[in-house]
């Protein structure tokens, strides 16, 4: 799926952008954390630095609409496979997240995002994308198949806090 969006901008996050992030990180932990008491703005900002560092094993791809105001990221993390030794599929990348702002939900920014997203892991000789969704999300499902995604039918996702 390629989108048409041309007046959306993709860039990596970067530390002198980082203000700019405030209001989409502080929608994203609400839609994730909802029952959860909402962060301070020092809070957020110290979470924005540590994301945007270069030893965090992830980036951040930012959808712009404007200069200045961020509506949608991407989190991408790029692995270097354990189990298969062949050059064409050392690396690969996995989507630890996908959000939009809800006033932006269903104008094609999350396809401007991964239509960015996959030409970097292409140009980058990345050989797949991989990327975890709820089973009752059926919106979420179609849109990433869509994209040529597939749901692998023999791995769960699993979770331990500590």
Not at 16 to 24: G, Q, T
Not at 63 to 68: D, I, L, P, R, T
């Amino acid at each position: 799926m390629e989108s048409t969006r041309t007046d959306i901008g993709i860039s990596w996050a970067t530390t002198e952008k980082s203000d700019a992030l405030v209001p989409l990180l502080m929608a994203l932990y609400k839609h994730d954390v909802p029952l959860a008491d909402e962060p301070t703005i020092d809070e957020v900002k110290a979470h924005i630095a540590q994301l945007v560092d270069p030893a965090t094993p992830h980036r951040l791809a930012i959808a712009w609409h404007g200069e200045n105001c961020a509506i949608g990221l991407a989190a991408v993390g790029i692995f270097v496979s354990v189990s298969d030794p062949r050059l064409s599929q050392r690396k690969q990348a996995e989507l630890k997240e996908l959000f939009v702002l809800p006033d932006f939900r269903g104008q094609g920014i999350g396809a401007v995002l991964l239509d960015w997203i996959e030409e970097y892991l292409r140009s980058s000789d990345i050989c797949r994308l991989d990327w975890h969704v709820k089973t009752d999300n059926h919106r979420g499902i179609s849109f990433y198949e869509s994209f040529g995604g597939n749901i692998v039918e023999n791995r769960i996702s699993m979770r331990k806090y500590f």
